[in-house]
């Protein structure tokens, strides 16, 4: 606490007093059925609110049947009333205040499961494979007002103490806004005035609905960091409107919108640094005289929270990838036990599975979406025994934690020097180094619970043997074999590449047959050195591997940096020249003056060790890339769920 003092002190919105000034901000997590909220929802919340949160703003409810989107997601719809008190309820009785996002997702809504348009002020798409939305008219207008109205009825009767109305990230309110999703010619278009006229009458409609029963507050983009959309300026102009004129309780300050690639810096990953858009939000809250504002986007630790609420102009600070990574992170702090707190990465996997229509979850906490079922300490064995982890990656490190917790005598051998795994390699990419947080906890952690991890030790049959352990588990992960080019010879790896050589005036190809952050780490690392970067992907799509929304962000940051991405490529080898074709285009272009060429492949699974082992009569597991290779999503999973098995 004597650490963060502004962070532990409390502060007053609307009227409603937080223990804290750290709050879990509005994010789908697909735990939904039919639209209405289940058991997972309450645990979930539940459990973030144990932890410490001064508040939760829960996932958004859609006010209209033109806005569903996402099975997963949840309806303003009376139907979810019990759910939606069950939520307040346990949310509550934990200490932590509790709101909720009313919003229309517009035309970026897909409604693939109830098939209807989506709707939206003008016929224009969100994105070049976008639907074409519906035009909405007056009729419409008022339909969709009435519907926040209602909405915010509903959960003043759940119990919440407070709604946001979503002005931002694209949705439908912040399409009225934009210039590039509002060409409206009536009374909603045009003017700046006019294109915040049914924002405004949305937010007077819930303001009267609601009166003085629920705190109201306003989620606002501060720039939707698009040419030609909503800029800074307007963003600033937006918050001084709303503080001079309305009867808000906060204003929630973020950035960008539903574009390509805007919203993927609404979830900065690890590569943008910590709180990368903090001077926009204070730029916003700068106009605010009266209304408290709050800020989210990659505050990653209590560190940043407490350095934004320094400021003076900051009520509250949003923590929430930090509050999926761990839930007892402000709990924790609180104990003097910081240096316990999992870390968050910004990996986006968690935002990867939402997009992909499938339940949140984490990878440095698999046990998002199963806390009823996982809870933190996994209880012990019923018969412990001896438990020798090969390999010392994460996979291992986390079978290695939950096994030791569970009351095993867990020893890890690891043949490197440093135990580590892929990040080892990872963590050297521009951008990437905040993968080694992950690396660096699981060590901690599995020095508190004084479990040997022994590096430089190479296992073998005969050695694993004669240590005589009651189970097994291979966590040895995949092999990267060097590749001979044809017209070439010996291509570079990515532990080449990323081992910190100079890349100044270097002509390099890639050849991307992997398509995950390697190759995006590979390219972005040589381009940032000074390198011409020729990335040739035999995909339809550059780095298809990487979760949506950062894969967003990583292409960009290549073309800023030069680097030309060919899909559907190949290339033909000639010494310093190569010829690259694409299946999309006849055409050939040549690049000459080539100085080194990368193939990435696919690694192959080191499984060496489970047939001897098992026949011989030991217990076997098998985790991780030595599975197959896949992601650290999968890898961590597997893992875990092993650990609390065993």
Known sequence: MTAYPRVFSPVELGGITLR????????????????????????????????????????????HPTSLGRAGGLAADPAALPGLTRITTAVREQGAAVFTQLTHAGRHSENVFRRSAAWGPSPRRWTASGAVPHAMSRRDLAQVREAYADAARLAVLAGFQGVEIHFGHGHLLHQFISPLANDRADDYGGSETNRLRFPLEVLDAVLDAVGDQVVVGVRLSADELVAGGQDLDTGRRIAALLDGTRPIGFLNVSVASYTVPSIGHHVADLSEGHTPYLNEILAVARECARVPVLAACRFVDLADAERGLDTGLLAAIAMTRAHIADPALLAKARAGEEHRIRPCVSCNFCIGEIAGHRPMTCMVNPRVGREAQWPEHPGSAETPGRVLVVGGGPAGLET?????????????????????????????????????????????????????????????GDAVLAEGPDVVVLATGARHRPRRVPGWGRALTVHDVLAGRTWTDATVLVLDDDGGWTAASVAETIAAGGGTVHLVSPAGTPLWGVTEYSRMTAVERLRANGVQLWTAAGAEIDGPVARITSTLVDTVTTVTGVTDVVALDPPAAQDDLATPLTDAGLTVHVVGDAVAPRTLLEAMAEAHALGRAL
């Open 400 to 460: 290695a934690r939950l096994a030791a917790e569970r009351g095993h005598a867990v020893e890890v051998w690891e043949r490197a020097e440093e135990p580590g795994g892929q990040v080892l390699t990872g963590r050297r990419g521009v951008g990437r180094r905040d993968l080694d947080r992950l690396r660096v906890h699981q060590q901690r952690r599995l020095a508190e619970l004084s479990v040997p991890v022994r590096t430089g030790r190479t296992a073998t």
């Open 20 to 63: 804290n000034r750290v709050f879990v901000s509005a994010h789908t997590t697909n735990f939904g059925t039919d639209f209405l909220p289940t058991d997972r929802h309450v645990a979930y919340h539940a459990e973030r609110a144990r932890g410490g949160a001064g508040l939760i703003i829960t996932e958004p409810l859609r006010v």
